[in-house]
């Protein structure tokens, strides 16, 4: 197996081009390493492009579209490691929309490990309840919504 150094803005480039390309509904699987670990809240942790596939088969089955403000995102970046923070607006299949500073969702920061051009591992840290759903556990959710008035 061929090792090949990569600089921090080559780094930054492979995790730039995965939200590109998620905005645009296309396939990140190539970006991933073969035995690549992907860690998405309320899915659990995917091993391998298998599993990665099928992680993102299941978040497109109730996502239509999303977009990410990758001009305004912040990056730490320290050896393989990219830490990217930032915020994003979609659509979900049932029309409900969302968008950070509007909504509740739309928040994120994902980890990335990114070596020999490839992701090899991406932790992403989101809430993942993009429509604001879970209000029965969350009753503040229902308050800023309108459908109560805080106590």
Request: aromatic share 12%.
């Amino acid at each position: 197996m061929e090792i090949r150094t990569m600089t921090d803005e080559q780094r930054k480039a492979v995790a730039l081009e995965y939200f590109r390309r998620m905005d645009r509904g296309e396939s990140v699987l190539d970006l991933f390493d073969e035995h690549a670990e992907f860690c998405f809240p309320k899915w659990g942790v995917a091993h391998g492009r298998t599993q990665i596939g099928q992680l993102f088969a299941d978040l497109m089955g109730i996502l239509e579209s999303v977009r990410h403000d990758i001009a305004h995102v912040n990056f730490i970046q320290q050896g393989d490691l990219v830490v990217v923070e930032g915020t994003s607006s979609g659509i979900l299949k049932s029309g409900e929309r969302w968008r950070a500073g509007v909504t509740h969702a739309g928040h994120w920061c994902d980890v990335f490990e990114i070596r020999d051009f490839r992701i090899q591992r991406c932790y992403v840290y989101l809430d993942p309840d993009y429509g604001g759903q879970d209000v029965a556990r969350y009753p503040w959710l229902r308050q800023r919504s309108g459908d109560a008035t805080p106590t």
